[in-house]
């Protein structure tokens, strides 16, 4: 079993940054790829990156190609999401997801519970 929280969402100007944080309890934790997943209001939910245990990370979307970036700390069994240069566009609920090992699209066997961004003046 795997428990996933995420930390760091906020309401925040454009043009500014947040960092989102996502820990995961349990023994095996560190081993598990975990995702990053935005649902913007009224949007379906999209995968902006995953990344492995050994620190590799699939591609952000074009949108946030370049400004957000995904990295992980497995002592402290926490994923990162960098997001810079924020704009309204990236408001939205942000979710970590687990998978074991490997990343996928879309197919996770566990999932936080979100946190919100906001990006308004």
């Known amino acids: 079993q795997l428990q996933l929280v995420e930390s760091g969402g906020g309401l925040v100007q454009p043009g500014g940054s947040l960092t989102l944080s996502c820990a995961a309890s349990?023994?095996?934790?560190?081993?598990?790829?975990i995702g990053w997943f935005r649902q913007a209001p009224g949007m379906e939910r999209e995968r902006l990156s995953c990344?492995?245990?050994?620190?590799?990370?699939?591609n952000f979307p074009d949108p946030v190609k370049g400004r957000f970036t995904i990295t992980r700390d497995n002592a402290k069994k926490t994923v990162y999401l960098q997001m810079n240069s924020l704009k309204p566009e990236d408001t939205g609920v942000y979710s970590c997801?687990?998978?074991?090992?490997?990343?996928?699209?879309?197919?996770?066997?566990?999932w936080g519970q979100g946190t919100q961004v906001t990006v308004s003046s």
């Open positions: 349990g023994s095996t934790a560190d081993r598990y790829a």
């Open positions: 990344i492995t245990s050994l620190g590799i990370s699939a």
């Open positions: 997801a687990a998978r074991w090992i490997f990343c996928s699209a879309k197919e996770y066997d566990y």
